[in-house]
């Protein structure tokens, strides 16, 4: 056991108890005579109580941060050297004496260049950053998707909203998810003959749908209409027009046709406004 190495691996700021634990357990084992640490991944798992996946991250997260050094020992054991009283800046990570920070892509993969087992290496091109489990941050990708291949009958606003309800749930979609989804909203509006595409899109934004099925759109469509009937709606009514089956362009020539303006209303505060109205 090397003291010197205990109260070192005490003083690196900003560790996640599994990681500092770990390095904890390296240093018990340092031999401060010869330098000499080389415990197993089933010893480190024992003494710390932690699980050996948990054990096999934390020993990436110190090696990404350049606090230790290994070298593959024979046997299950492995040859582990402390940067022992090397500077460390406020995260944690070793600063050598040219003062650039120690972690970098070459140093979180092996010698074939694939990553080490633990080790997430962060992927080129879009990214938002995050932290795992053992505190180490990573990047995750970001989604971008275009709307230049939409169906002529879905405006790119009706589109972006859906896009946007999905981000807001935590679910963006891929370019290939909003490619299916929409042409399914044509078909679906073909096969119902009682609404728009672009209606249809409106519908599942509303609803917080990540998908899009025909008998989740015919079933909203009946809901709609008993609440109409039982509200003593437009169906079945020869003097006023069913709203709800209009199409967007319909309904505001509707509404200005009766003296309702339509202006910064949304399809659902213009029906109740004319509703409200007897229209």
């Given amino acids: 056991m090397s ?26 084992h340092h031999n401060a005579n010869t330098g ?18 948990t054990v096999f991250r934390a020993l990436a ?3 990404a941060a350049g606090l230790i050094r290994h070298t593959p020992g024979r046997g299950k054991s492995n040859q582990y050297h402390l940067a022992c009283g090397q500077p460390v800046d406020k995260s ?13 892509n070459q140093s979180q993969k092996g010698d074939s260049g694939s990553p080490k087992k633990g080790t997430r290496v962060a992927p080129k091109g879009g990214h938002k950053q995050g932290r795992n489990r053992e505190g ?39 370019q290939g998810s909003l490619d299916r989804v929409m042409a ?35 079933n909203k469509l009946k809901r ?7 509200n003593g709606g437009n169906r079945g009514n020869g003097d006023k027009p069913n709203l709800w089956r209009m199409t967007d362009p319909e309904l505001v020539r509707y509404a200005e046709g009766h003296g309702c303006a339509s202006h910064g209303l949304d399809r659902r505060a213009l029906i109740a406004k004319l509703e409200s109205k007897g229209l």
């Fill in 61 to 63: 997260a110190l090696e």
């Fill in 184 to 218: 399914k909203a044509v078909t679906i509006a073909e096969a119902l003959g009682s609404i728009t595409p672009a209606e249809v899109i409106t519908m599942a934004t509303e609803s917080c749908w990540q998908g899009l099925e025909q008998d989740w759109v015919a």
């Fill in 136 to 174: 180490t941050v990573v990047r995750r990708k970001t989604q971008s998707v275009k709307f230049s291949a939409l169906p002529g009958a879905i405006p790119k606003s009706v589109a972006q909203e859906w896009v946007e309800m999905r981000q807001r749930i935590k679910k963006p979609p891929t």
């Fill in 3 to 28: 003291q010197t190495a205990c109260n070192w691996a005490w003083t690196i700021p900003g560790l996640r108890p599994s990681v500092r634990i770990t390095l904890l357990c390296l240093a018990h």
């Fill in 224 to 230: 709609r209409d008993a609440q109409n009937d039982g």
């Fill in 92 to 104: 944690g990570g070793v600063v050598p004496k040219g003062g650039h920070h120690c972690i970098s």
């Fill in 36 to 53: 000499r640490c080389d415990p197993s991944g089933a010893l480190i798992a024992t003494e710390t109580g932690l699980k050996r996946d």
